[in-house]
């Protein structure tokens, strides 16, 4: 369809369908995503591939979405031409940030569920995401026509746990076309239509922006009352800062220019901002003449997870620091700031909204910005009640006031739903046990299936307790958590010192009774990881003054009698002192040189 030819003022809201896809990663939300651009012919034969949406090369190798993505398509139902908008948001626990606030600009959600796995975890978050907002949604059963589905019992399940009833769901399957047709017709019929008000002034809600190298930033905009258009001047409710609208237009699925958007439309917007901090997701944008009350904003992204990372060689501080920026300028929800390691040197401290979250962003400095970075162990960030009446919140384990300033230490706690076969219910509960959580429900999803809410401390669930989990229930089992409260602990910090130097970058918080296990674990794999050097290494694990572990590299020898053939003993020996003095010398001020394996290897804690 030629967008030249349109005249968007044509399509009034009751001619608009706003909705998002929300399903648990790999249920083939991606899939669907390029069939429904395919059948609404927004994608030719020419310009499609698979996993049209998922633009970042870590998606495309990964087979999950990390960033949320929008595409309109035009589709005619019974004489009339829709306007479909699609927001596809991604699947993963550490992106329902993304997730809630796509959904802010949708009126309506399909619920996709695969018909071999059926309900997972992420599928019963979103779905909550999607009602406490009250979409309309439609449930999707996807994957029909695998060998190993069977849709009638996920239909049962979907009816046991969100009431749907069996004439509403809709069976496809997303890569052979199966009812893709009767998806969209549902969409017309069931998905509300946006209640905007086409007279009253401009109220639109920004709700995503990334940077573009030529155009700066860009906003994704779902315009709520009035209409906008090019040379408009707008304002920002949030940031006060006015903006004439340089480009305006659909994405189509890229971005198409148009004259105008118009109530109840999603498009992109650019105003030649600089920085994404300018467009702050979830602002509201108005007439700089009429200003309006702002919409209700959603919570800024909060950072669960905390990490160092540091260039592998001081002297790409400024390569990393340019990469952190841009990257930062695509996904505002990492928090960064600078910081100074005795043993890393210039480095970040960023927060991260999960391990995943922090996993694709390192992996994203090193594919897009070719980087080679040290990332430190994972921690949280902790309450502290001191005895002078203060409370600090402190995330470095490095900034550890003394203990016996320390009257109390607070953890942040999340609560999990795992959702696991009968089969490995036992190796599950043995985990949470060990990783000191409390069971809150055990209840029966199908015959098959368990589904276990734990209480955790975050602190534990931040190395690898996703890895584990995957191993231990054969990749079957699904997680999903949400934050609780704060609860105290008996938590003590644990350093690291090589020659009775302490390496902060390896200082981490551990619980008391854990941590005679974990030092005897560290220093047994770093004498296993840092390379022999010409004098003796000492590793240790302590406590505060106390030491609770300790392993020796011993020294590389240099055979310095060689040159001695016979002669009086007392040559020699005077030799091998002299040597022996050298290396005492040599421990007092030699640097020992910790590979970037020993970081790496102490994150993934039981190997």
């Known amino acids: 369809m030629d967008l030249k030819k349109i005249d968007l003022k044509n399509f009034t809201p009751d001619l608009i369908r706003n909705f998002s896809v929300i399903a648990h990663i790999d ?9 429904l651009l395919e059948v609404t012919g927004t994608l030719s034969d020419r310009t499609k591939h698979a996993q049209f949406l998922d633009k970042l090369q870590v998606e495309k190798e990964r087979g999950i979405t990390v960033k949320a993505q929008t595409a309109s398509m035009f589709y005619s139902h019974q004489g009339k031409t829709y306007l479909l908008n699609l927001i596809d948001t991604p699947g993963h626990v550490d992106f329902s940030y993304e997730v809630s606030r796509s959904l802010y600009a949708c ?24 009602f406490e907002q009250n979409l309309a949604m439609i449930p999707v059963i996807n994957k029909i026509d695998m060998a190993n589905a069977d849709p009638d019992k996920i239909s049962l399940q979907l009816q046991h746990l969100f009431d749907f009833k069996a004439e509403e769901m809709i069976k496809a399957s997303a890569k052979a076309g199966i009812g893709i047709d009767n998806l969209l017709q549902a969409i017309i019929n069931k998905i509300p239509a946006p209640t905007g008000d086409a007279k009253k002034p401009l109220k639109a809600l920004l709700f995503d922006s990334w940077f573009d190298d030529y155009r700066g930033v860009v906003c994704l905009i779902a315009v709520h009352d009035g209409s906008l258009k090019k040379g408009d001047t707008i304002t920002l409710a949030h940031s006060q800062r006015d903006y004439e609208v340089l480009e305006i237009g659909l994405m189509y699925p890229e971005m198409i220019s148009t004259d105008a958007l118009y109530t109840g439309q999603v498009g992109y917007l650019i105003t030649g901002m600089k920085t994404v901090q300018e467009a702050r997701v979830g602002d509201t944008i108005y007439y700089t003449k009429y200003p309006v009350v702002a919409l209700p904003g959603f919570k800024p992204a909060k ?16 390569l990393l620091r340019d990469a952190v920026e841009k990257l930062t300028l695509n996904d505002a929800s990492v928090h960064v700031e600078k910081k100074t390691s005795a043993a890393l040197g210039i480095g970040f401290r960023c927060g991260f909204l999960g391990l995943l979250h922090m996993d694709v962003f390192r992996q994203r400095l090193e594919q897009e910005y070719n980087m080679v970075v040290i990332s430190t162990a994972p921690s949280v960030l902790y309450k502290l009640h001191m005895t002078s009446g203060k409370t600090l919140d402190i995330e470095n384990p490095s900034e550890f006031p003394e203990p016996n300033l320390i009257e109390e230490i607070l953890e942040p706690m999340i609560n999990a739903t795992i959702i696991v076969p009968k089969n490995y219910v036992g190796n599950i509960i043995k985990l949470c046990e060990e990783s000191r959580g409390r069971q809150l429900d055990f209840s029966y999803l199908d015959e098959e299936r368990i589904v276990l809410k734990y209480k955790l401390p975050l602190n534990e669930v931040a190395t690898d307790f996703y ?25 003590v910090k644990m350093d690291i010192l090589l020659n009775g130097k302490q390496v902060d970058a390896l200082s981490t918080i551990v619980h ?5 296990y974990l030092g005897r674990d560290f220093v047994e794999r770093l004498r ?16 505060g003054s ?7 590299i011993s020294a590389l020898r240099k055979n310095v009698t060689a040159k001695c053939y016979g002669g009086d003993i007392t040559r020699k020996r005077k030799l091998l002192e002299k040597q022996k003095e050298g290396k005492k010398r040599m421990k007092q001020v030699g640097n020992v040189e910790v590979p970037q394996e020993a970081f790496l290897s102490l994150l993934k804690r039981n190997e």
């Open 467 to 491: 890895d584990q989990l995957k191993s231990l229930s054969s990749g079957y089992a699904s997680f999903d958590y949400e934050e609780a409260a704060y609860e105290p602990a008996d938590l």
């Open 512 to 516: 008391r009774d854990k941590a005679y």
């Open 528 to 543: 296993k990881l840092i390379p022999r050097q010409l004098f003796e290494i000492a590793i240790q694990a302590a406590i």
């Open 27 to 35: 249920h083939g939300k991606s899939t669907l995503s390029d069939r």
């Open 107 to 130: 009126q309506g959600a399909l619920l996709l569920v695969d018909a071999a796995q059926g309900v997972q975890a992420q599928t019963m978050a979103n779905f909550y995401l999607a």
């Open 546 to 552: 106390k030491v609770i572990a300790r392993e020796t």
């Open 303 to 318: 950072p669960v997870v905390f990490a160092g990372i540091y260039p592998v060689e001081n002297s790409e501080f400024d």
